[in-house]
């Protein structure tokens, strides 16, 4: 992809995915998610009805009477998206790749919180750390990290959850949102999973195809693991072959959703045979929805 190229496709996911904020996300950005934090605003006397557990036994002591903390809450977000730029990442049968449909979810993402002026970071990875821009304001920020990401050069081919986010918690101190784009096409990352979401609000973002899930009736096939370049033919011909494919791909996608659901981690799954807009649309209003019991 040339410079000019690049520059056309980040001008055209930069209207398209604006477009998309001001109709679909617009004013309800900041309710999406949780545990934005509070930031400390001073003190002031203890009136009766205050949490105790607010008072400043500091203050308190040296004025003579209970004083108790002021806090505003923290408007400001820093967004970090993590998206996977492995080889399986470059696969898709459909009219786009997994990698793609990251780009454009990571467009939708990143104006969402450039429009919202808040900071957004990039971190890449495969088998390991490609690249990290770290959060920042403003359009300019933004289309940066858009040009990162679509002309992403990775070194590595496999894929490394755990590695990536091990070097997150290192580089991002500050509570963050983050969102993990991935096909997952990993394991042994649940107990980072965990670790993680006790410091930042983690969402992961599945991104499938349908050829990973069924397999055709044509015959012989001539294929190659993307992340490794093992080659091999497999017999899709064969009913029982699909049969064990097919269910090789449904115990990946349940072994996600689990590891997910005991991490406590929210997981939108999308595909690259499927418009994703609205099925964003739909996770974003009903995470809304239930931060919003969950605060009342």
Partial sequence: MTPREVIRRVRRLEIRTRRLVDQSLAGSYHSIF?????????VREYIEGDDVR???????????HPFVKKFTEERELTVVLMIDVSGSARFGTSPSTKMQMSAEIAALLAFSAIRNNDQVG???FSDQVEGFLRPRKGREHGLRVLREVLTAAPRGRGTDIAGALEYLRRVVTKRAVVFLISDFQDRDFERTLRVVVQKHDLVAIAIHDEREATLPDVGLVAVEDPETGARGVLDAGSRAVRRAYEEFGRHRREGLQTSARRAGVDLLELSTGEPYEMPMVRFFRERARRVARAGG
């Fill in 34 to 42: 949780r545990g934005r934090g509070m930031e400390f605003a001073g």
């Fill in 54 to 64: 607010t008072i400043d036994w500091n203050v308190s002591a040296r004025m003579g």
């Fill in 122 to 124: 990039l971190l890449m």
